[in-house]
């Protein structure tokens, strides 16, 4: 297998974990650990993207572009990405993250909605920034309807893009299955993004290695939405096992993990019952935190939550529902 590009999403993904509470000295700290690794791809932003800090998703401690000005002084030759959905972001905040210096724009949006994406990948493009499509919840949908999704964003100005599992929902055929087809129906490269709510995120990575895919992503100690996502020291030493030459410096990724986010942990990131609940029914991870609150406020089973909103397919920007869900869920149970 040829040697793919590792994206760490410690200070995107794992923002999700932390409340938004990253300080611009931690960014700088450990953006400046993971460029002297010689990790290729660093994101930043609020953990639902650039103008994420909002009453809905979850406001951020501090000031975004502060975070992202950290990173990008710290970068040394690595890049610096930030991710971007489109109704969260805006133009302006496209603009700014691209005056600030980012080189990289990841692009998300529900897995059936690649239409959207296409006045942001054109101006992405204009201001000279490589681009990411990310395809979120792509379990909910076979691979050809992935690949046409995926073309689409090839077709507005993609240099990549990724098969993402937003619920930690998929096993590694599947994996496999939307990977291969994606390859074999774009030009471009292929990525992949787990999370680890079924306790696959190292295994399903490297299930997409096999089927082609050129781009991974990975968060310092699994830090991460719900279950947290595949730990990037991790998949650095399975590669190493694999004999597949990164370039990246596992002792540095170690040493990064354990001093410098370990600490951060709010909670224990382990598979637990909501974790496994979200998985098992294919619920967008960043749901998790606002579920517990939710659940807290009505007295429900956070799993029951959980799997009401698997059964209305509930996809990011639906965050709304999980009020609904709990109150009707607490009104039944009133009743009974």
């Given at each position: ?88 972001g805006t133009i302006?905040?496209?603009?700014t993250a691209a ?193 517990r609150e939710a ?42």
């Open positions: 297998m040829k040697k793919p590009i590792v994206t760490d999403t410690t200070l995107r993904d794992g923002s999700h974990a932390v409340s938004h509470s990253f300080s611009p000295s931690f960014v700088g700290e450990v953006v400046s650990k993971l460029a002297s690794a010689s990790v290729p791809v660093i994101e930043v932003s609020h953990g639902s993207g650039l103008g994420g800090s909002t009453i809905q998703q979850g406001f951020s401690k501090f000031d975004e572009w502060k975070l992202i000005e950290s990173a990008v002084a710290n970068k040394k030759q690595s890049k610096i990405a930030s991710l971007f959905v489109p109704g969260i302006p905040e496209l603009n005056d600030i210096g980012i080189d990289v724009l990841r692009i998300a949006v529900h897995c059936t909605e690649a239409d959207v994406t296409q006045q942001y990948f054109e101006q992405a493009k204009k201001r000279g920034l490589e681009t990411v499509g990310f395809l979120m919840m792509s379990h909910t949908q076979p691979a050809s309807v992935l690949a046409e999704q995926a073309k689409l964003m090839e077709n507005y100005g993609a240099d990549c893009v990724y098969v993402v599992d937003s619920a930690g929902a998929l096993v590694p055929d599947g994996v496999r299955d939307r990977v291969a087809k994606l390859k074999e129906s774009l030009s471009i490269n292929v990525g992949f993004h787990a999370h680890n709510n079924l306790g696959l995120a190292i295994g399903n990575t490297v299930a997409a290695l096999e089927a082609g895919a050129d781009q991974i992503d990975g968060t310092l100690r699994g830090l991460g939405a719900g279950a947290g996502n595949a730990p990037t020291e991790v998949l650095v030493a399975v590669l190493n096992k694999m004999e597949i030459v990164t370039g990246i410096d596992l002792t540095i990724l170690m040493d990064a993990a354990e001093e410098i986010i370990a600490p951060v942990f709010q909670y224990p990131l382990v598979i637990d019952r909501d974790n496994l609940a979200a998985g098992y029914a294919g619920v967008y991870n960043s749901f998790l935190l606002h579920v659940a807290v406020k009505f007295d429900i089973s956070p799993v029951a939550i959980m799997e009401e909103l698997g059964r209305r397919h509930a996809v990011a920007g639906q965050e709304d529902w999980i009020l609904d869900v709990a109150l009707e869920l607490a009104q039944k149970q009133l009743v009974k």
